[in-house]
């Protein structure tokens, strides 16, 4: 089983093979996913909605985001593992952002970081990379600007917002970053900037013609409760069965149908 590098998400880009991600923040989870051959891992702050049951990921620490890393390490073979830069780790200054990086490399034992922002993040990306750390942008919906955006709307429909992104998507590339994350853009604009860049685009939210898709894992498992946005598609729906067997064995419990003698010394 042959480890998935930086350099092997371009080689995809460049002959046409499509890259999938996933978030995992667990053992268990990396474990089934690394074993389905997913090429990215990413410990994304969607930990904080996800796991820790936060509004938004703007709660999320550095230590937060090394604890889950950790764990995904630990089970991981073959995939990619892309830790995120929380908020305030890499906006404050580029000393900080440089630390922070290299904290979710040594502690966390991430190969790669991703931030969010274009243009306003240039030289932050520039600095990342110039450490030797693999940087993936994230441009578009982007969650830590949730408060400017006024909510999780999809980005990118008028002219001088499609202009913004792509002069923000080539900004991340100049900055020297591997690949980048299209979040909730429209499919025509993702199209261009995935032809204009040479670099892969990984899209949630922004179509088919991305070189890549990631999910949080949690919504492709139907593991998200209410929470189902027009991009996300539940391949299971784990929900019920999970309740079944937690509600089975709380009946065979009280009923004392559980244990067996099977299940005794
Ligand atoms: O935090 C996250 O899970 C992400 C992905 C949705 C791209 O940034």
């Not at 025509?188 to 900037?193: G, K, N, T, V, Y």
Request: aromatic share 6%.
């Amino acid at each position: 089983m042959k480890k998935v590098t930086i350099l092997d998400l371009q080689k995809m880009k460049d002959t046409g093979e499509k890259i999938t991600m996933l978030t995992a923040y667990d053992y268990p989870f990396a474990r089934l996913l690394d074993e389905c051959g997913v090429d990215i891992l990413l410990i994304g702050d969607s930990v904080g909605n996800v796991m820790m049951g936060y509004d938004n990921t703007l709660p999320v620490t550095v230590d937060d985001i090394i604890y889950h890393t950790r764990a995904v390490v630990k089970a991981r073979k073959r995939s990619l593992v892309v830790a995120d830069m929380p908020f305030m780790s890499y906006q404050v200054s580029i000393k900080e952002a440089k630390r922070n990086a290299g904290r979710l490399i040594q502690e966390g034992e991430a190969e790669a970081v991703k931030l969010e922002g274009g243009e306003s993040m240039e030289a932050v990306i520039k600095a990342i990379s110039e450490i030797d750390i693999p940087v993936m942008g994230h441009i578009g919906l982007t969650p830590q600007s949730i408060h400017r955006m006024g909510g999780y709307k999809v980005q990118g429909k008028d002219e001088s917002q499609r202009q913004k992104l792509i002069a923000d998507a080539l900004a991340v590339q100049r900055a020297g970053a591997f690949s980048i994350v299209l979040e909730a853009i429209p499919l025509e604009l993702a199209r261009e900037i995935t032809q204009t860049l040479h670099i892969p685009t990984i899209g949630i939210g922004a179509g088919i013609n991305c070189d890549g898709q990631v999910l949080v894992i949690h919504d492709v498992l139907g593991l998200s409760g209410e929470f189902r946005p027009k991009f996300v598609k539940q391949y299971v729906q784990l929900e019920k069965p999970v309740k079944q067997a937690v509600n089975d064995f709380i009946r065979e419990v009280r009923e004392g149908k559980f244990p067996t003698r099977n299940h005794s010394f």
